[in-house]
């Protein structure tokens, strides 16, 4: 029942900075974790961070760890995904997830709910 909006994709430079935001709506008083996933055209889905619903958990990929920062504001119901430093290889529909409960996984099946995507495009 949770609905998942993603925002903030765009086109940007490399070297620059993006910041998407994730929108939760119809399971708002649901206890969860937030996951951040990728998929460029021909790869797979890939995990991109995840955070805790308390906000004390995080997780990241290797490929992103020091240029990418996940957070959350509950109050707001909203996560967000700051990207730093952004490469070519970053290009790809990011996708918001979310699970019941507290524990941060890193797994696509993981997760029982997504957003629809954002597209970001880092160009050369």
């Known amino acids: 029942q949770a609905e998942l909006v993603e925002f903030g994709g765009g086109l940007v430079l490399a070297g620059g900075s993006l910041r998407l935001s994730c929108a939760a709506s119809?399971?708002?008083?649901?206890?969860?974790?937030t996951g951040w996933f990728r998929q460029a055209p021909g790869k797979e889905r890939e995990f991109v961070a995840a955070?805790?619903?308390?906000?004390?958990?995080?997780k990241y990929a290797d490929a992103v760890k020091g240029r990418f920062t996940i957070s959350r504001d509950n109050a707001k119901n909203a996560v967000y995904l700051q990207m730093n430093s952004l490469k070519p290889e970053d290009t790809a529909v990011y996708y918001c997830a979310a699970r019941v409960g507290s524990r941060v996984g890193l797994q696509t099946d993981e997760y029982a709910y997504w957003g629809q995507g954002t597209q970001v495009t880092v160009s050369s």
């Open positions: 119809g399971r708002t008083t649901s206890m969860y974790t």
């Open positions: 955070i805790s619903w308390t906000g004390g958990s995080m």
